[in-house]
């Protein structure tokens, strides 16, 4: 039962978003404070990162 368990939550973390997406996810929401916005610059993870870090 435990190496089910192991083999599942690899695969989530495989699967799931990146640390660059959520990065840009939460610079974005604490910046426009809307969900569209946080969406579309998750989108472009690490390029909208390095973007708020070059223009901040």
Excluded: D, P
């Amino acid at each position: 039962m435990s190496e089910r368990r192991i083999v599942v939550r690899q695969e989530a973390i495989r699967n799931g978003i990146g640390f660059g997406s959520a990065l840009a996810i939460a610079i974005s929401f604490t910046t426009h404070k809307s969900v569209l916005w946080a969406i579309i610059h998750g989108l472009f993870s690490w390029f909208y990162v390095a973007y708020f870090v070059l223009t901040r």
